[in-house]
């Protein structure tokens, strides 16, 4: 019960200020004046009534793009970028979950439960969006852990995970439990990571180019286990322990029989238990000061079914001088739980061309913007 992987309660957190005035520009809403940051930080809305506001884009001109849980996917220009959407554009409708978006080349990718889309030269035709092109169909239709995260690696591929169809369980086809990579017309299917249960959030590391993912861990085991997972590839083909290990170190009742933790890559940071860490973002911006710079923001969607309710907050996990080894982990921005009720859900960050950080939130239908001023 002293181990600082089980108690997220007890997380050093920064120097937070007692309350946060929001940006003059944003709605008046009182829930922004209960989320705390650390002093020189604000919190604004970016855009409001976006419904079920899930995975983030930017496009070339500085259009946000926003992927849902529903069946829409929306796009918000910002023309005279003052930090605040003009409208909430509907994109696209009637899609499976479109939960993943990204850009590349002035192209928004869409990832559905069971393929993904692409919008071709959609910046410029945003009232009168064009007809999608399939990119692939190879996605499997399960909905349990079937929302999509992508993003376009280093290598110019396109990265989309797969969860396992299930708490915890031998997954019935490989390309269960997995993240894996396509070329950007679809072709060139294959596998980069195994033993991943859920993730829903992976950034590469701006010093290296490791592919760092959180990763949740399954329920049923009781309040603290095991831990969510951050963690990092070096490589193709590792195996990152699901489903006979949890945490590195947890091992499943059933399947971890006979099974070695040793086999399988340790995460680098153990994170809260249950604490729904989702769409983790390097801060490669300028505008925050210098100790984040390359550190990673993680939004953690917050727990549905722990007896006390942790999570509903965004946490820093700092990195080394060299970028390879998590050093610490802590609150960065909280005020969503407000005893054990909560009022919005952070979900996905994107650091903005001016170094200030968008946050979505699938309760509270926003976009948030948070920005330092010192």
């Known amino acids: 019960m002293k181990s600082r992987y089980f108690l997220p309660l007890l997380l050093a957190p920064l120097a937070l200020s007692s309350a946060v005035t929001p940006d003059p520009a944003a709605a008046p809403d009182a829930n922004l004046s209960k989320i705390k940051l650390p002093p020189g930080f604000s919190i604004s809305y970016f855009a409001q009534n976006v419904k079920s506001a899930r995975e983030l884009a930017l496009g070339p001109d500085g259009t946000v793009y926003v992927g849902t849980k529903t069946d829409k996917v929306y796009a918000l ?7 605040r959407a003009d409208e909430v554009l509907t994109l696209a409708t009637g899609l499976n979950a479109p939960n993943g978006v990204a850009v590349r080349n002035g192209s928004l990718y869409v990832a559905e439960i069971n393929r993904i889309l692409r919008y071709d030269n959609v910046g410029a035709k945003l009232k009168q969006p064009p007809k999608p092109v399939v990119v692939s169909t190879a ?3 399960k909905e349990w852990h079937g929302y999509r995260y992508i993003a376009f690696g280093p290598d110019g591929k396109l990265y989309v995970p797969v969860g396992a169809p299930c708490n915890s369980c031998l997954p019935e086809a490989p390309i269960y439990a997995t993240i894996n990579r396509m070329n950007p017309d679809g072709s060139g299917l294959e596998t980069f990571a195994y033993g991943v249960r859920n993730t829903v959030g992976f950034d590469w590391s701006p010093r290296d180019k490791a592919l760092w993912f959180t990763d949740n861990g399954r329920d049923k085991l009781g309040d603290n286990t095991p831990a969510d997972e951050l963690n990092r590839a070096t490589k193709p083909g590792q195996h990152f322990g699901f489903p006979y290990f949890f945490a590195g170190d947890v091992p499943d009742p059933e399947f971890g029989k006979g099974k070695s933790a040793a086999t399988y890559v340790k995460p680098a940071w153990k994170l809260g238990p249950h604490v729904a860490a989702l769409g983790m973002k390097f801060y490669t ?17 917050g727990s549905w079914n722990r007896s006390s309710k942790i999570g509903y907050r965004i946490t820093l996990v700092t990195l080394d001088a060299a970028g390879q080894q998590a050093t610490s982990y802590q609150t960065f921005a909280e005020g969503w739980l407000q005893g054990q009720k909560p009022w919005g859900r952070p979900v996905a960050l994107l650091v903005m061309p001016d170094g200030s950080l968008l946050v979505s939130d699938d309760q509270n239908d926003a976009v948030y913007r948070i920005s330092y001023k010192g």
């Open 77 to 83: 220009p910002d023309r005279n970028k003052d930090g």
């Open 285 to 301: 911006g300028k505008q925050f000061p210098g100790k984040y710079q390359n550190q990673i923001l993680i939004p953690e969607h």
């Open 139 to 141: 996605l499997p239709d």
